[in-house]
Nanobody
């Protein structure tokens, strides 16, 4: 099976920075897109940023210029560097990856367990 394990969340003051990491492990044949989503209380889950295997990125308008997504294909790991954090960035952040395993011929979505990011003074 496949697991996505996130780390790096926590409490930070407005204007501060955090770096999230997500490592994929298991019977992985290939990983296509990797990304980060977030869900604030009472709101729907939304895309924050994603990156293709070739390095093409896209971001939500609300985080452009403040967040940077990157990945290490050799380590099956995706990162989210979050700078100039705002209280409205407070949410549970979820890692997502489209993965083909050794048992399948298609790519399926896998999710991490989520990590809390709280921006507050």
């Amino acid at each position: 099976q496949v697991q996505l394990v996130e780390s790096g969340g926590g409490l930070v003051q407005p204007g501060g920075s955090l770096r999230l990491s997500c490592a994929a492990s298991g019977s992985i044949f290939s990983i296509n897109t990797m990304g980060w989503y977030r869900q604030a209380p009472g709101k729907e889950r939304e895309l924050v940023a994603r990156i293709t295997s070739g390095g093409t990125t896209n971001y939500a308008d609300s985080v452009k210029g403040r967040f940077t997504i990157s990945r290490d294909n050799a380590k099956n790991t995706v990162y989210l560097q979050m700078n100039s954090l705002k209280p409205e960035d407070t949410a549970v952040y979820y890692c997502n990856a489209r993965i083909r395993t050794w048992r399948t011929y298609s790519y399926d979505d896998y999710w991490g367990q989520g990590t809390q990011v709280t921006v507050s003074s």
